[in-house]
């Protein structure tokens, strides 16, 4: 363990604002700037709330059950980055928010009701790729995968609205990149 180390109640607390967040971004967003990318390869905000959907079904939760309930004897299934494509993608924008709240309170509930101490923390899983990882190390990725994904919806709006800041690009680091 690290000599400081994360709370499960700040790790609530984080995962808990991110439906606000993302509502707060992108409510009202007309259909284009929903499906803008930053280029081939690269997933728009749909795409990404989509992903975010499918990881409250069939990532963090299961995986968290696995450690806690299953001693980290069974290794975690592998998660497909983009199946929730298929399981979303024909939900309105409006939808995608509202069902993401929703599942990321029942995650919160889920989560609320394991007594996780400092022991439990140090529990660990088997990951696919990098073999044992421990329950403090899955709730941080949790809440810096939500991040990550907060800004790149919010860069991808950056990069949209940036293509007619004529002059002002110049302050952009995102926009200066693009050229």
Known sequence: MHPQTVGIAEIAARLAETPGVLTALCHGWNDQLWN???????????????????????????RMALILENGGREPFRPFDREKGFAAYGHESPARLLAL????????????????IDEAAMGATGIHPEFGAVTLEQLLATWVTHDYAHILQIARVAEKHYGQWVGPWRAYFSALRAVG
């Open 100 to 115: 993401f709240a929703d599942k990321r309170t029942q995650s919160l509930r889920a989560l609320d009701r394991w007594p």
């Open 36 to 62: 803008v990318t930053e280029g081939p390869g690269t997933w728009s905000a749909r795409e990404v709330l989509c992903h975010l959907l499918h990881g409250e079904d069939d990532d963090w939760i299961p």
